[in-house]
T-cell receptor, first 110, second 112 residues
Framework: DAKTTQPTSMDCAEGRAANLPCNHS???????VYWYRQIHSQGPQYIIH???NNETNEMASLIITEDRKSSTLILPHATLRDTAVYYC???????????FGTGTRLKVLA | NAGVTQTPKFQVLKTGQSMTLQCAQD?????MSWYRQDPGMGLRLIHY???????DQGEVPNGYNVSRSTTEDFPLRLLSAAPSQTSVYFC???????????FGPGTRLTVL
């Protein structure tokens, strides 16, 4: 399974876009990229996932580079409630295993 | 819908005791899984199930048993608790496969 590398922590001003990077240089062609977040010690919350095209939903946008070795999660207008740990995860299609790393701790500042 | 529920919220055990962590979902999801999260770490998959009667091991299965007799319930059994099993345990479910998993609130377990 491909592993992911994320910065340990980031700050973002409230109302600005939060751009969270993730490196997955060993990703294979059939591996999806998923993003989850964990607020305080709650259960993780699904945000978005993609294979090779950029994706957008009501929560965020996912930008995947053409070579698929990295991706960026974009929260377009960060709020204080977006303060959380964000996990970038890669999963092989047909398997049932996510490999969670330690994630990026995003702090949104007032 | 209540979503994914877990009981108990907190538990303290002594070394060698056994117990069952309960997980239930009311969304008719086929896929269910158990993770543990140690302090400052990401989640690690313990066991998962792709449907009633079918279970399989994840990344860290030793010391844990599971069964899936119904679609709704997926209990996790600690056979003989050890201090190394002190962790927060999360149950998750999804309609099919691990896509878009819904996580429960967690059970905080301390083994003395």
């Amino acid at each position: 399974d491909a592993k992911t590398t994320q910065p340990t922590s980031m700050d973002c001003a409230e109302g600005r876009a939060a751009n969270l990077p993730c490196n997955h240089s060993t990703i294979s062609g059939n591996e999806y990229v998923y993003w989850y977040r964990q607020i305080h010690s709650q259960g993780p919350q699904y945000i978005i996932h993609g294979l090779k095209n950029n994706e957008t939903n009501e929560m965020a946008s996912l930008i995947i580079t053409e070579d698929r070795k990295s991706s960026t999660l974009i929260l377009p207008h960060a709020t204080l409630r977006d303060t959380a740990v964000y996990y970038c995860i890669v999963r092989v299609v047909g398997t049932y295993k996510y490999i969670f790393g330690t994630g990026t701790r995003l702090k949104v500042l007032a | 819908n209540a979503g994914v529920t877990q009981t108990p919220k907190f538990q303290v055990l002594k070394t060698g005791q056994s117990m069952t962590l309960q997980c239930a979902q009311d969304m008719n999801h086929e896929y269910m899984s158990w993770y543990r999260q140690d302090p400052g770490m990401g989640l690690r998959l313990i066991h998962y199930s792709v449907g009633a009667g079918i279970t399989d091991q994840g990344e860290v299965p030793n010391g844990y048993n599971v069964s899936r007799s119904t679609t709704e319930d997926f209990p996790l059994r600690l056979l003989s608790a050890a201090p190394s099993q002190t962790s927060v345990y999360f149950c998750a479910s999804s309609l099919q496969g691990p896509d878009t998993q819904y996580f429960g609130p967690g059970t905080r377990l301390t083994v003395l």
